[in-house]
């Protein structure tokens, strides 16, 4: 079955700093992978989505790799601040047979949390 | 963005009872949502696909029985949770897919069940 991996504990970064987050998957070649943000008690948030035919993707502080040899990817936050400090999920997209509509499988989340 | 709703955001129940969750796109609409549970410092587990206008696809291990799903429109899909027991208490996610190609979704903001 498809199995998708983050490292559970939690990363503490001083602000100003990059933080690195790493997202390993199994089983599956995913077209799509997506990384989120939740903060607790609430829904995730979309943040940024790359292709499987993308190696890398921006948006303003936030960058995210997709390796698919090694079948991974990473989330990068430069210049960190406190308001960080968040829960970041990664999702792989499964399509199930000839359904247009893909599922979300997600990783388990790593807390970041950034010191002032 | 999207804006996808719940309502309630927190419910406390007696074992037994039973307890509907209503989940609303706000601005557009959607065809298909999925629900998810979420229990503490855990990722998110999908339960199961709301199809507007047909039967919900319920994820392996999920009593469909138990968690019923009606998708009554193209902005509202709820879920009943059928005679819940303290096993059930957990924050329960509904989302919709945008109309793009990566299938990211919108969350809504979860609710919180306690079945006492």
């Known amino acids: 079955s498809q199995k998708i991996e983050q490292n559970s504990e939690a990363l503490n970064i001083q602000e100003g700093k990059t933080a690195t987050l790493t997202c390993n998957y199994t089983?599956?070649?995913?077209?799509?992978l997506q990384w989120y943000r939740q903060d607790p008690g609430r829904g995730p948030v979309f943040l940024l989505l790359?292709?499987?035919?993308?190696k890398e993707k921006r948006k303003e502080r936030l960058k995210v790799t997709f390796d698919t040899t090694l079948k991974q990817s990473l989330f990068h936050i430069t210049a960190s601040q406190p308001a960080d400090s968040a829960t970041y999920l990664c999702a792989l997209v499964w399509y199930k047979g000839s359904s247009n509509t893909g599922k979300l499988i997600f990783g388990q989340g790593t807390t970041l949390q950034v010191k002032p | 963005g999207a804006v996808v709703s719940q309502h309630p955001s927190r419910v406390i129940c007696k074992s037994g009872t039973s307890v509907k969750i209503e989940c609303r796109s706000l601005?557009?609409?959607?065809?298909?949502m999925f629900w998810y549970r979420q229990f503490p410092k855990q990722s998110l587990m999908l339960m199961a696909t709301?199809?507007?206008?047909?039967?919900?696809?319920?994820e392996q291990g999920v009593e469909k029985d138990k968690f019923l799903i009606n998708h009554a429109s193209l902005t509202l899909s709820t879920l009943t949770v059928t005679s819940a027991h303290p096993e059930d208490s957990s924050f329960y996610i509904c989302s919709a897919p945008s109309s793009g190609g990566g299938n990211e979704q919108f969350f809504g903001p979860g609710t919180r069940l306690t079945v006492l």
């Open positions: 709301s199809n507007e206008g047909s039967k919900a696809t319920y």
């Open positions: 790359i292709r499987e035919n993308e």
């Open positions: 089983n599956y070649s995913p077209a799509y």
């Open positions: 601005d557009f609409q959607a065809t298909t």
